[in-house]
C-alpha cells in the first residue's frame, strides 16, 4: 500500500519522561518540547531542500518525508545532523593549548562486563558492546562535562554510558565508590600492601556525540539515548496490543486435540519439503528425519515411497571407505527442493518459492501448553489468510545481493516481506500502522529476528523435544525447519517495565569518513567499536529494519570488506584511514581514543593497525574486554575470538608537535618522540594479581614505534636501529628488558616490590624468524643457556613455522643475534648474575673466578646495546643480500623468503627514496603475507603514496 505523511503524524506524541513545561534547548527557550521540536524540524526541512546538504557522505537512501517522520531535531536527524556544531559551541569547551593541562595514562587493565542487563537486553541489534564497559573508560578519561565522540555508534550504547557516569547507583556497581561530593574513587593496593581507595574521577554526565551510517541504527541509538515514562509507555503500548489483538487474534487459534477448547498459539514449525530423486515422490523433511523426543536430525533417511536412502548432503564414499564398517554412512542420492509457483499481489508478479509445509504446533490454553500436529482446521485457517489481502502498507524492496544474501535467494526469497509468513506480515503491519514513531522501535527489536523465516527450531541431545533458537547471528540461513512464532506473542514480550532517563546527546546519520559538522579538536574522548574486514555485514543485516523504516545505507561509505559491493581488504583500510583521519581531526590533541577490535584475521588487524598510524594516532595500550558471551556464531566457531581487543590510541599534543617540525631531521626528534610517548604508557600491567610485561615498552617496538611516525610524517629516519638501542639505554632507565622515565622506573619499582619483587613471563609463539628470535632472546635473557640446552626447546617450539618464511637453524639464530661467552676473560653480567642467583657455590665470586668461567663456559647471552650493535650491523649485512637476491630474482612470486630480509630491504630502499623497489619486491610477495605484515605493509603503503604523489 502506499504511504502517506499527515502533517499530524509528524509530531507524534511520545511517552516519555520529559517535562511538558517550558523547554531550553541549545540556549532557546521553548513553551514545551513539542514546540521545541516544531522549530528544529522546520530548520531541517528547509536544510533538506539544499542539494549539497544531500551530497555530505553517507546521505541515507529515502525521501525527505521519511528522513523528517523519523527524525527529533536538534537531538536526532535520521540524515547528518545540521545542529551539531551548535550543540558543541553550546556544551563543548574549547581548546586552549596555553591553559590545557589534561594528563591520562592509557586504560590498561583487562575488562569484563555481563550482558544480562534490561537496558542492553531491550533490542536485537547485531552487535552491542555493554554500556557498563563503556563507562569505565570514560569515567578514566574524562571529566563531567566533556564531549565523547562515537562515529560507529550501533544502538548508542556510548551514549547511555555517557549519562550513566552522572548515576550514583550505577557508577558504584562498578565496584567504585563514590563520595557524597561527587569523587569517584577505586580500589588499589598501596606501598605496604594494604588495600586503599584512591581518587580518579567525579561523578556527573558527560555529553555524546554519536554517530552512525546506519539509519536504522541511529533510530535505535535515538531511543536508547531519549527518556522513557515506564507509565505512558506501557500504556499506550498496551492499548495497540488490545486493538491488534482484537483485528488478528482469530489468526493464531487453533482447535485442541479435545475437539472443543480453542488455544491460542504460541508457535507453527514449517519443514521443508524435498523431492526423492529415485521416484520423485515428496519427502516431507520433519517426516522422514527428524526423530523428536530422541534428539536427534538424521544426516541420512529413507525415502517414504521406494525407501531408497536420502541425504541433503550425501557423505564422501572414498572417507568413508577409511572408516570401520559399522561407521559408515550409507550410499544416499541427494534430494532436491521442491519449489511451488504463486501470484504475490504485492508485487504484482509471480514467484517461486522453495515449498514448506506445517508440522508442528505449539500452542496455550490458559497456562498450560500443549503440542499437536496441524488438522484440515489448521491448513484452510492458513490457506485463508493466504486468500486474503493485507489491508497495511508494509516494505516490498527487493532484497540488494550482497555477501550475506545467497540463503535467502537460495530458497526463493526476493523481496523483504517474503522473510514472514502471511499472518506474521499481516500482524505486523498491523503493530506497525499504529505504532507512534517513538514506539516504532519495540518492533525493531523482534521484526528482523524471532519473527523471520530464519527463526530456526533445534532438536539435538540437548533439546531431544526440541526448542525455538532464534536466527542464526550474522547471516540470513534459512533453515529446514523453521519456527513461525506469533507477532502478537513477541510484542507483548517486548512491552517490558524498563525506564532509563538517558538525554542531552545528539546524534546523526552519515559517514565517519567526514564529519562535516564537527569542528577541529573539540572532542575531549573517542569510543570507536567500527566493522572489522568481513566480520559482519551490516548494511545488509540491517536491510530488513530500514525497509520498515523506509530509509536504506548509504553503502559507498561503508568500512567492509564485501565481494557484492567490490570492496577488498584495502578498500576498508583505506576508508577506515579516512575515518580515523576524522577522528583525528575533531579529538583535542593530547586525547584518547578507544578502538575496540573483534576479527581473528592478522591481515584486518594489521589494517585497524596501519589505518590508524596513517591517521595519526600513537597506540598506548592493547587490552582485553570480555563481553562474558558470545554470538551464536562466535561460539559455534571455536577460532572466532571470544574476548574483544581494546586499543588505546592518543593524539600527540601540539607542543611536542610544533617541536617535531624543527627536530624531525635530527637525532634530537627521536629522543623527544621517545620521551613523550613515554608518558603516554602505563606503567605497570597486572593479570589477575600478577605483573605482566608492558609490549609498549619494549626497545624493538619503541623502536618501530618510532620508525612508522617518521615514514608517516615523510621524514628519513634519522638513526639505526643499533644507535637506538645505545641511546635508549643512556637517555632512560632499564627495568626488565622495558624503558621508563625516572619517575616511571621508580613507581615501577614500588609495585613489583608490592607484588613479591616478580614479572610473569607472557607466552611466545614462534612462527617466523621474528618471533624465533623474540623467543630465544625471553628463554636466554632468563637463563642463559649452551647450544645443547637450548636445541631440544628450541626444536619443540618450531612446530608452528609458517610455509613461507625461510627455515633458519638455530646456530644461525643464535651467532646472529646473540654471543655465547668463549671461558676467557670476566663471566659477562647477564651470565654471572644468573649463576651466583641460582648456585650457591657460585656466590660472592669474583667475575674472573675459574669455577665461575667453567661454568659459564658456552652459554648463550643477550648482548649490552653497545655490543649488540656490532652484531645488528652484520646481521643487517646478510639480510641486505639476501633482499638484493629477492630484488634480482626472475620470479613473479617469492615462495619461500626471509621476512626479516625483506623488512630490512625495505627499511633501507625508503631511506634512499627507491620507492620502485619497495613496490617491485612487494608484488613478489604473496598477498596474504603482504597484508598479514604489518611492517612491510606500512613501507609499502607509503611508497605506493609517494610514488602517486611524485
Known amino acids: 500500500m502506499a504511504k502517506n505523511y499527515p502533517e499530524q503524524k509528524l509530531f507524534d506524541l511520545v511517552p516519555t519522561a520529559k517535562p511538558q513545561g517550558p523547554v531550553e534547548c541549545l540556549g532557546m527557550t521553548f513553551e514545551n518540547d513539542e514546540k521545541r521540536r516544531e522549530y528544529f524540524l522546520e530548520k531541517l526541512r528547509e536544510k533538506l531542500k539544499d542539494p549539497e546538504f544531500r551530497k555530505i557522505e553517507g546521505f541515507p537512501i529515502g525521501?525527505?518525508?521519511?528522513?523528517?517522520?523519523?527524525?527529533?531535531?536538534?537531538?536526532?536527524?535520521?540524515?547528518?545532523?545540521?545542529?551539531?556544531?551548535?550543540?558543541?559551541?553550546?556544551?563543548?569547551?574549547?581548546?586552549?593549548?596555553?591553559?590545557?593541562?589534561?594528563?591520562?595514562?592509557?586504560?590498561?587493565?583487562?575488562v569484563s562486563e555481563g550482558k544480562n542487563d534490561p537496558i542492553y537486553n531491550a533490542h536485537s541489534y547485531h552487535t552491542k558492546v555493554p554500556y557498563k564497559a563503556i563507562m569505565r573508560y570514560i569515567l578514566h578519561y574524562t571529566e563531567p562535562g566533556d564531549v565523547v565522540f562515537d562515529g560507529f555508534c550501533g544502538t548508542g550504547m556510548t551514549g547511555v554510558a555517557a549519562q550513566m557516569c552522572g548515576n550514583r547507583t550505577v557508577v558504584e556497581s562498578l565496584g567504585y565508590k563514590v563520595k557524597p561530593d561527587g569523587t569517584i574513587l577505586r580500589q588499589e593496593t598501596d606501598?605496604?600492601?594494604?588495600?586503599?581507595?584512591?581518587?580518579?574521577?567525579?561523578?556527573?554526565?558527560?555529553?555524546?556525540?554519536?554517530?552512525?551510517?546506519?539509519?536504522?541504527?541511529?533510530?535505535?541509538?535515538?531511543?536508547?539515548?531519549?527518556?522513557?515514562?515506564?507509565?505512558?509507555?506501557?500504556?499506550?503500548?498496551?492499548?495497540?496490543?488490545?486493538?491488534?489483538?482484537?483485528?488478528?487474534?482469530?489468526?493464531?487459534?487453533?482447535?485442541?486435540?479435545?475437539?472443543?477448547?480453542?488455544?491460542?498459539?504460541?508457535?507453527?514449525?514449517?519443514?521443508?519439503?524435498?523431492?526423492?530423486?529415485e521416484c520423485a515422490g515428496e519427502v516431507v523433511f520433519w517426516e522422514a528425519a527428524v526423530k523428536l523426543g530422541e534428539g536427534k536430525v538424521l544426516e541420512d533417511f529413507r525415502c517414504p515411497h521406494c525407501d531408497q536412502w536420502l541425504s541433503k548432503s550425501p557423505a564422501n564414499q572414498k572417507n568413508e571407505k577409511k572408516k570401520p564398517s559399522d561407521q559408515r554412512r550409507p550410499i544416499s542420492a541427494k534430494v532436491e527442493r521442491l519449489w511451488i509457483t504463486r501470484y504475490d499481489s504485492s508485487i504484482r508478479n509471480t514467484v517461486k518459492e522453495a515449498k514448506q509445509v506445517p508440522v508442528l504446533i505449539n500452542y496455550s490454553i490458559g497456562k498450560s501448553r500443549f503440542k499437536k500436529k496441524p488438522d484440515s482446521d489448521d491448513l484452510r485457517l492458513i490457506d485463508k489468510i493466504e486468500g486474503s489481502e493485507i489491508p497495511y502498507w508494509f516494505p516490498t524492496q527487493p532484497i540488494p545481493e550482497g555477501d550475506k544474501t545467497n540463503d535467502p535467494f537460495n530458497?526463493?526469497?526476493?523481496?523483504?516481506?517474503?522473510?514472514?509468513?502471511?499472518?506474521?506480515?499481516?500482524?505486523?503491519?498491523?503493530?506497525?500502522?499504529?505504532?507512534?514513531?517513538?514506539?516504532?522501535?519495540?518492533?525493531?527489536?523482534?521484526?528482523?529476528?524471532?519473527?523471520?523465516?530464519c527463526n530456526r527450531f533445534v532438536v539435538n541431545s540437548h533439546n531431544p523435544n526440541g526448542r525455538v533458537n532464534g536466527p542464526l547471528t550474522g547471516t540470513f540461513y534459512v533453515p529446514s525447519e523453521i519456527v513461525e512464532q506469533s507477532a502478537i506473542n513477541l510484542f507483548a514480550d517486548k512491552i517490558l517495565s524498563v525506564g532509563w532517563s538517558t538525554f542531552g546527546n545528539i546524534i546523526s546519520t552519515s559517514s565517519s569518513a567526514k564529519l562535516s559538522y564537527i569542528p577541529l579538536s573539540s572532542m575531549d574522548y573517542l569510543f570507536l567499536d567500527p566493522p572489522f574486514g568481513a566480520n559482519i555485514m551490516y548494511s545488509e543485516l540491517s536491510f530488513i529494519w530500514e525497509s520498515w523504516l523506509a530509509l536504506i545505507t548509504n553503502t559507498h561509505e561503508e568500512a567492509v570488506q564485501n565481494k557484492s559491493q567490490k570492496k577488498s581488504l584495502s578498500d576498508y583500510r583505506e576508508l577506515m584511514t579516512l575515518c580515523f583521519k576524522e577522528a583525528y581531526r575533531v579529538l583535542k590533541p593530547g586525547r584518547w581514543m578507544t578502538v575496540e577490535f573483534s576479527n581473528t584475521k592478522a591481515s584486518v588487524w594489521n589494517s585497524i593497525q596501519n589505518a590508524l598510524s596513517d591517521a595519526g594516532f600513537i597506540v598506548g595500550n592493547v587490552s582485553v574486554l570480555d563481553k562474558q558471551h558470545g554470538g551464536i556464531k562466535a561460539m559455534a566457531n571455536p577460532t572466532n575470538v571470544k574476548q574483544d581487543l581494546i586499543i588505546s590510541a592518543y593524539k600527540p599534543n601540539g607542543g611536542f608537535e610544533e617541536r617535531f617540525q624543527k627536530e624531525a631531521s635530527t637525532e634530537e626528534g627521536v629522543w623527544d618522540f621517545v620521551r613523550t610517548h613515554l608518558k603516554y604508557l602505563p606503567v605497570i600491567k597486572k593479570q589477575g594479581g600478577d605483573l605482566v610485561p608492558v609490549p609498549e615498552r619494549d626497545p624493538r617496538i619503541l623502536f618501530d614505534q618510532m620508525v612508522a611516525y617518521y615514514v608517516r610524517k615523510g621524514y628519513p629516519v634519522p638513526i639505526s636501529s643499533q644507535e637506538f638501542q645505545v641511546g635508549l639505554a643512556q637517555r632512560f632507565i632499564e627495568r626488565d628488558a622495558m624503558f621508563f622515565l625516572s619517575a616511571q622506573a621508580a613507581e615501577y619499582d614500588r609495585k613489583k616490590m608490592l607484588g613479591g619483587g616478580k614479572q610473569i613471563q607472557m607466552s611466545l609463539f614462534v612462527s617466523d624468524e621474528a618471533s624465533a628470535i623474540a623467543w630465544l632472546r625471553n628463554l636466554i635473557r632468563q637463563k642463559p643457556q649452551t647450544f645443547q640446552d637450548i636445541n631440544p626447546l628450541f626444536m619443540k617450539e618450531i612446530g608452528g613455522w609458517q610455509k613461507h618464511e625461510k627455515a633458519l637453524e638455530l646456530s644461525e639464530l643464535l651467532k646472529e643475534n646473540f654471543l655465547p661467552y668463549d671461558g676467557k676473560g670476566d663471566v659477562p653480567s647477564q651470565i654471572h648474575s644468573y649463576l651466583s642467583s641460582n648456585f650457591k657455590e657460585l656466590r660472592n665470586l669474583e667475575k674472573d673466578d675459574p669455577a665461575l668461567r667453567a661454568k659459564a663456559k658456552d652459554r648463550w647471552y643477550v648482548p649490552d646495546p653497545n655490543k649488540a650493535g656490532d652484531l645488528e650491523k652484520l646481521r643487517e649485512r646478510t639480510l641486505l643480500r639476501e633482499f638484493q637476491e629477492y630484488r634480482e630474482s626472475k620470479q613473479k612470486r617469492l615462495k619461500v623468503f626471509r621476512l626479516e630480509a625483506v623488512r630490512a630491504g625495505f627499511k633501507k630502499a625508503w631511506q634512499e627514496r627507491d620507492y620502485a623497489t619497495i613496490i617491485a619486491v612487494a608484488r613478489k610477495i604473496p598477498e596474504k603475507i603482504l597484508q598479514e605484515d604489518p611492517k612491510i605493509l606500512m613501507w609499502y603503503d607509503q611508497a605506493v603514496t609517494r610514488m602517486g604523489g611524485e
Open 63 to 110: 525521501e525527505d518525508g521519511d528522513i523528517l517522520a523519523l527524525s527529533d531535531p536538534p537531538y536526532y536527524t535520521a540524515c547528518p545532523n545540521p545542529f551539531i556544531e551548535d550543540f558543541i559551541k553550546h556544551y563543548g569547551r574549547p581548546y586552549d593549548p596555553k591553559t590545557d593541562d589534561y594528563r591520562r595514562e592509557p586504560f590498561a587493565a583487562d
Open 191 to 277: 606501598e605496604d600492601g594494604k588495600s586503599v581507595w584512591v581518587t580518579f574521577s567525579k561523578l556527573g554526565t558527560r555529553r555524546a556525540v554519536l554517530n552512525d551510517l546506519s539509519p536504522a541504527a541511529t533510530f535505535i541509538a535515538y531511543n536508547y539515548n531519549t527518556p522513557v515514562d515506564v507509565a505512558a509507555f506501557e500504556r499506550e503500548a498496551k492499548r495497540i496490543l488490545k486493538e491488534v489483538e482484537e483485528e488478528c487474534g482469530w489468526m493464531y487459534e487453533t482447535l485442541h486435540t479435545d475437539g472443543m477448547s480453542k488455544g491460542r498459539i504460541n508457535y507453527t514449525v514449517w519443514s521443508d519439503v524435498f523431492t526423492c530423486p
Open 411 to 453: 530458497v526463493g526469497i526476493t523481496h523483504v516481506h517474503q522473510f514472514y509468513t502471511k499472518r506474521n506480515l499481516w500482524c505486523l503491519s498491523a503493530i506497525w500502522k499504529r505504532l507512534p514513531r517513538k514506539l516504532k522501535w519495540i518492533a525493531t527489536s523482534f521484526l528482523s529476528r524471532n519473527l523471520l523465516k
